[in-house]
DNA sequence: AAGTGGTCTAGACCACGCG
DNA sequence: GCGTGGTCTAGACCACTTG
């Protein structure tokens, strides 16, 4: 209501002229001070303004040079990433867990690599399936570093989901995920009752404590999945 | 060096207290004030240290309630939407773009009511395909809405993509992204070379320009494709 | 060397939402 | 109502780059 020069209002008016070609892209905007006084706003208002918009590639910012409107805006997309107990009852859907499998074992070469662990390192592998409405929903199949989390050693994960438990016991600082189409094997064909080569949605998630390893999880699911967002 | 308090020392160490369980999820932490005086900082710096934090899903805030650990770290990940001809020459590959066909038609009923378009609206469609190294990187089926661009009726996309194309002249504000996996369907597969029903990576993008819808464009991957992202 | 963005401070007022 | 976060201001100094 009370319309005080507000961060998000400079933000609008600037990326509406940028919209609107008034700015156009490749050239030099106006520095913090004038576009300050235009608006009648502290730097600092302007500032927030500015930095978000490059923050969302609008945008090109260097000290010295000054800003410019972006000429390709390579603009970024933002996607939650929630448990996926949480995102089936976000559907309005009866979750349920299945402990498929869960080993302690030697951990597999490209397992090692993917996680840059020496050749001592143990690991547990856990397998197992999330169903939304009796429907198999995602398969995951996880491999945790012991040396990381040692009392997960003690986790039987029968009705607790490694995720969850992990959430509780082993906090992350990095993590990084990948997104990817591949064909189902035998093995995920049979528990997300697909055909083998069906199609599926894949992602991969390692998570680190500090440069320290965590978990590293591939989550399998139909191709009916889909992962949305908006900018 | 100078380590002066900054809000990126002040965001770390307190991401370190809730990493190391010294600030246990669901609990609430200091007030701003609090944490202004124990950091030797002014509070707009730990307010600005809260807020990243908070963006990250590590805290949530609000107002007179306070500031809590998030039980369930639904954390966000970022990912960079860049033109594929960016994307390949960044692998330091040569770029390529055929065209395939242009046509302007009467808007199929699936992506009419994708753009929410009424019946009288006319699009053009653009099939091309984007090359890496002269091998086939990706298919692009692109929805023009010559309403809200009318200049596309001249545009030829022989030479530009209509991807460039559309960031020279058609500016947006709104965008959504969709990724799924699919089968390759006999078009698809013989233009990226691969066998019919092959699981590939799709991602449709829909642009608005202040609620008019711009473009819809879906884009295909063989499966070797990777979108990956660091939190 | 100088100009531009990056950040910090101290103080202030506002707005939301719990009690 | 009132305490907490949300934001704004005015001023200052710093850091990076480019000419």
């Not at 923050?55 to 910012?61: F, I, K, P, Q, S």
């Not at 009392?151 to 438990?165: L, Q, V």
């Amino acid at each position: 209501m009370s319309e005080r020069t507000s961060f998000r209002t400079i933000r609008d008016e600037m990326a509406r002229r940028i919209a609107e070609r008034r700015w156009l892209p490749g050239t030099l905007i106006p520095g913090e001070e004038t576009l300050a006084r235009e608006f009648g706003a502290a730097r600092a208002t302007v500032n927030r303004a500015l930095q978000e918009l490059a923050r969302a590639g609008l945008l090109e910012r260097r000290r010295r040079a000054g800003t410019r409107v972006a000429l390709h805006p390579v603009r970024e997309a933002r996607f939650v990433i929630p448990l996926v107990r949480q995102e089936i009852e976000a559907k309005g859907a009866v979750y349920q867990y299945r402990l498929l499998s869960r080993e302690e074992v030697g951990p597999p070469e490209i397992i090692r690599a993917r996680l840059g662990l020496g050749g001592r390192a143990t690991l547990i592998n856990v397998r197992c399936l999330h169903l939304a409405d009796r429907a198999p929903y995602q398969f995951e199949d996880r491999w945790i570093n012991l040396d990381a989390v040692p009392s997960a050693r003690e986790a039987e994960f029968e009705s607790m989901s490694p995720n969850e438990w992990l959430v509780k016991h082993a906090p992350f600082t990095d993590a990084e995920f990948t997104f990817l189409a591949a064909a189902a094997n035998a093995d995920e064909a049979a528990l997300l009752q697909l055909s083998e080569g069906a199609p599926v949605f894949v992602g991969e998630r390692i998570t680190w404590l500090r440069g320290q390893p965590i978990t590293l999880v591939r989550m399998v699911h139909p191709s009916s999945h889909r992962m949305v967002t908006s900018l």
